[in-house]
């Protein structure tokens, strides 16, 4: 009995230490194009070498637009009286309002995202009434929502981190 408990406690952090290198590389993602790559990071060009990177995809507003278009005018009589209404067409056509745009965003560097890291994230999101979650050092899907909440009126809508709501929040020392 004790052997099963043993090697079902192993499997449990082999298990969570797989999860937590998936959830590393959901945050850093490959390069593409003209991103810098240095040590298994990828940046914007000119990025400092010791920061670290995410680039996130702000999706095209589309906007569908519907008029009515006349094919005949009414036919009138002498006196004015409509024999016969004018007929129209409905025509749609989509407008791109604004386009698709890639932004890149600063971010902690993995080794600094921990469990104690997180759960400091946790407890700053939910004193702000943006997380409900356990406290738990993960950052799983709840505390995405609560940090992309956090950071849209910020003008960055996404779950991943940014360096600069780090610092706002407190986490993260201010660069002098």
Not at 97 to 109: F, L, Q, T
Not at 165 to 171: E, F, Y
């Amino acid at each position: 009995m004790t052997a099963s408990v043993f090697t079902s406690t192993r499997r449990g952090r082999a298990a969570a230490l797989l999860a937590a290198l998936a959830l590393l590389a959901a945050c850093v993602q490959p390069p593409r194009g003209d991103d810098v790559a240095r040590g298994g990071r990828y940046a914007p060009p000119g990025a400092p070498a010791d920061s670290c990177w995410s680039r996130y995809t702000t999706p095209a507003v589309i906007e569908t637009v519907t008029r009515q278009v006349q094919i005949a005018p009414a036919q009138l009589d002498s006196n004015g009286k409509v024999l016969r209404p004018a007929s129209f067409r409905t025509e749609s056509s989509q407008q791109i309002v604004s386009p698709r745009r890639e932004h890149w965003i600063e971010i902690p560097c993995p080794e600094s995202m921990t469990p104690t890291f997180i759960r400091t994230l946790q407890r700053a999101l939910g004193a702000r009434g943006l997380y409900r979650g356990p406290i738990h050092g993960r950052m799983d899907h709840a505390t995405r929502l609560a940090v992309q909440r956090y950071q849209a009126p910020l003008g960055v809508d996404s779950g991943t981190l940014t360096l600069a709501s780090a610092r706002k929040l407190g986490l993260v020392a201010v660069a002098g």
